[in-house]
């Protein structure tokens, strides 16, 4: 005996550890939200491209898209193009596509778009970038200005990362004459970037330009931020604040010193952006995120199922939970039922009826049932044909009910056929004996507590966010199990048995 | 809430066994599932009970396909009263009760006449299974009529009263007597409205008593005291109880047995699963009695000794004798 408890405590220990383990590892490790009202910002980036192609040359346009190796993940991307050939390829940790046509004339409008959010970060590639630059060759007053700069930046600064912000700080500074000389009158961030870049090169500390988009509505061009790897990570700097640290909703397009966009064989071209937000729900997020990337972590969850099916299972995978307030009602409450799954099977039937009308059904057609029942009982039949006319009975009923709430405009009416007849025949069967062997009060209480069952399971199973949490996450079940495998030994009282031995305390 | 966890803390102390301990520590640790057609069919626990030697009813005869049905005048040809019983029935449904023989036909103990027919017709609804648990097909009891003792006519309403013991591994553990009411109709069942009053083991004098999970001292159809009654041949009913084990392997049942005015105790039926009531007739709980029996199995097995019916007896009525006289 103690050896079967123990078995069965490191059973119910086994179990719960698994479904809790698993069901964190969903949520903490996949990501997947916990219910389904969770919703995403999703972005929606087009890319205008304009110009107006030179007649009889061959055109090639090339233009910078976002790497997405950081915190974004790209859900659908798309390259709208007539008679373009399109191709992409990877460069120096940016994302290039070349759009090329052999004739092209007039103006040509040419679309990227990219659908992204920022969930669902992958594992970070360790970064890897120079610590160690050469100087900018520099001459005269210019030589001199820098170097005048540089001293007290230097004493300003305790590593790269402060005499990287103080060196924008002093570049920034409008009043300070070497800035001005460097700058020589062009105050455009281009132009504090060169200088900017010529400051840190002298203490040679290397600098790269980061063109970035921000995500909100507003029409944009990309934005100039300056990144340098300190050794262990890169550190990025707005030139025109010193500001440190890219804004969680800035995109990084592209890096490096080339231009947006290069087109051969055209002229005047232009590129405009136009950014949308949108929300999604989480899930269907998910498994778009899903398709377009390698981590198919849904591949083998209930999603993965043809839809039609998936919507069965959603029934399916929440009977346990109605069986589970059968079983708390039982055991715990003590509230008498007709056998031990008949109140699950009426809160299925419940889902198609709704609750309200469908208590009423049921008691209806129990009650005429067990009337029905009484009568057969005073002619002395045997089981099986008595049995036969109760269910025969049960179907003209339902089909009476449905003809006359169709009749009477009520459409909610049909909805009884639903009800499961033999689940009702049954009912009325097992009704009627109770009602014979411990009497109408008795059976009375039974009936009651069997659609408080109903009810409650009822209740309990339609709730959606329970339905998707357990859809969601199946392993939530195994749990289940090792609560039902602990009260498989409870030996507590229940709670009616609290009232009915009142009589011990009286006195 | 406050006052539930208290109500539970004083059950706890009282011993108040609730269901779901019967069920996981008794019901499910004793008895053997494939023990229980023993106890659910009368004719098997009579047979058994007959070669163990137990006293039961005398069995006149089985009638087991429609075609037997004919076979009823020989069976009841030397006898004015018997009783027909399904032999799976449950809560004493179609239970014929005949108490003599009028002009062809017969009187039931309720003073109605019916005809041979009607009794053929009752026997043809027990074969297909009217009163069977689950519906299934039956067999037909004809045995004898038990006379009650006169000693019950004060405190009984019609009916048999039955006196049940719950038995642990052959240990009487409580005893109860059970009173038919009006409300009941002459049926033992507590559930039906009967009264269970409690019996001292050792000595067999009634205690108080339960009606419908209330204590109760008087009758409410005689108004007689059902307290103070010394039950006759009571070491006799100890015995026969004690004796069940040994004859059905269950190890915690409920023997039902009555007291016959000429064939002295006799076992009626056994209970696989005995009510929790019998703890409010005897104001006890039953926990602390089958602690006390359990500690004494595991001593005795540890020394290897098998205790006969009447050790078992003397251990339980030494035990579990002399209730507390109620204040």
């Known amino acids: 005996m103690r050896a079967l408890t123990l078995h069965l405590k490191i059973l119910i220990v086994l179990l719960v550890t698994l479904g809790v383990g698993l069901t964190a590892y969903q949520i903490f490790v996949l990501g997947i939200p916990v219910t389904a009202d969770e919703t995403d910002d999703l972005w929606n980036i087009d890319a205008k491209i304009e110009f107006v192609a030179s007649p009889r040359e061959p055109v090639k346009v090339q233009m910078f898209v976002p790497p997405l190796n950081q915190e974004f993940v790209s859900l659908n991307e798309s390259f709208i193009s007539n008679n373009y050939g399109v191709s992409i390829n990877r460069v120096d940790g940016n994302r290039r596509v070349t759009w090329s046509a052999r004739r092209a004339e007039g103006r040509e409008t040419l679309y990227y778009r990219l659908v992204l959010t920022k969930r669902y970060s992958g594992e970070q590639t360790k970064a890897e970038g120079p610590i160690f630059r050469d100087s900018i060759p520099l001459e005269g007053p210019e030589k001199i200005a820098a170097e005048a700069l540089l001293s007290p930046i230097r004493q300003h600064s305790a590593d790269v990362e402060t005499f990287i912000s103080e060196a924008i700080k002093r570049v920034n500074n409008p009043n300070d004459d070497n800035v001005k000389l460097l700058l020589g009158g062009d105050a455009s961030t281009e132009n504090k970037a060169r200088v900017i870049e010529i400051i840190l090169s002298i203490a040679h500390v290397p600098m790269q330009r980061v063109h970035t988009i921000q995500l909100s509505d507003e029409a944009q061009t990309p934005e100039l931020w300056l990144r340098s790897f300190n050794g262990e990570r890169w550190l990025y700097f707005n030139p025109e604040t010193g500001e440190q640290g890219l804004p969680e909703d800035r995109l990084v397009w592209w890096i490096g010193d080339e231009p947006l966009l290069t087109l051969e064989g055209g002229k005047s071209p232009e590129v405009t952006f136009t950014l949308s937000n949108s929300e999604m729900n989480a899930i269907r997020l998910a498994k778009l995120t899903d398709e377009n990337t390698e981590a198919s972590f849904l ?128 009912t009325i069967e097992r009704l009627s004996i109770t009602w014979e062997e411990r009497g109408g009060n008795h059976a009375f209480k039974v009936g009651v507590g069997t659609i408080i069952a109903a009810s409650l399971a009822h209740a309990l199973m339609s709730i959606p966010e329970l339905v998707y949490f357990v859809f969601t996450f199946p392993a939530v079940l195994l749990v289940l199990v090792g609560f039902m495998l602990a009260m498989g030994r409870y030996r507590g009282y229940r709670l009616t048995e609290l009232f009915r031995f009142k009589a011990f305390l009286k006195d | 809430m406050f ?255 009555v007291l016959d005015q000429d064939k002295g105790p006799l076992i009626l039926e056994l209970n696989a699963r005995p009510g929790l009531n019998i703890q409010i007739a005897n104001d006890t709980g039953l926990t602390l009695r089958t602690h006390q029996v359990e500690a004494r199995l595991a001593e005795l097995k540890a020394k290897g000794i098998q205790e006969t019916p009447e050790e078992r007896v003397k251990f339980s009525q030494e035990l579990f004798g002399h209730v507390p006289a109620h204040d």
Request: net charge positive.
């Open chain 1, 299 to 426: 591949e083998y969850s209930l999603y993965g199922l043809p839809l039609s099916t998936q919507q069965t299972y959603q029934i399916m995978i929440v009977i346990p939970i109605g069986v589970l307030v059968i079983l708390v009602l039982r055991n715990l409450i003590g509230i008498q039922t007709l056998g031990t799954f008949t109140p699950v099977l009426i809160a299925l039937a419940f889902r198609e009826t709704q609750l309200g009308f469908g208590i009423i059904l049921f008691t209806l057609i129990t009650a005429l049932g067990l009337s029905l029942r009484s009568y057969l009982e005073h002619l002395k039949l045997q089981m099986l044909p008595r049995l036969s006319v109760v269910l025969t009975f049960v179907v003209v009923l339902i089909a009476v009910i449905s003809l006359f709430s169709h009749k009477l405009g009520l459409e909610r009416g049909l909805s009884v056929a639903l009800f499961p007849m033999v689940i009702l025949t049954m």
């Open chain 2, 3 to 257: 006052g539930l966890i208290k109500t539970w803390k004083a059950l706890s102390a009282r011993g108040i066994m609730g269901i779901n301990r019967r069920n996981a520590d008794y019901v499910l640790k004793y008895n053997k599932r494939s023990l229980y057609p023993i106890v659910d069919d009368k004719i098997i626990t009579k047979e058994r009970a007959i070669e163990a030697g137990i006293h039961v009813p005398e069995m006149y005869g089985i009638i087991e396909t429609e075609q037997e049905i004919s076979k009823l005048h020989d069976i009841i040809k030397d006898h004015n009263d018997f009783v027909i019983k399904p032999a799976q029935g449950a809560g004493g449904d179609g239970i014929l009760v005949i108490a003599d023989r009028f002009e062809g036909r017969y009187k039931t103990v309720s003073g109605r006449i019916i005809s041979h027919d009607e009794i053929e017709h009752q026997l043809s609804n027990i074969l297909t299974g009217l009163y069977s648990l689950g519906g299934l097909r039956d067999r037909a009891l004809i045995e004898y009529r038990v006379t009650p003792d006169p000693i019950f006519k004060s405190i009984s309403y019609e009916g048999v009263p039955d006196i049940r013991i719950i038995v642990l591994m052959g240990y009487p553990v409580m005893a109860m007597l059970r009173l038919p009411t009006r409300q009941s109709n002459g049926k033992a069942n507590l559930h039906q409205g009967a009264i269970g009053v409690g019996v001292d083991l050792a000595t067999g004098i009634t205690l108080r008593g339960t009606w419908l999970n209330n204590k109760i001292t008087k009758h409410p159809d005689t108004t007689n005291a059902v307290d103070g009654v010394q039950l006759p041949n009571w070491d006799g009913f100890m015995k026969l109880a004690a004796g069940c084990y040994e004859l059905c392997g269950l190890g915690y049942i409920g023997v039902d047995m």
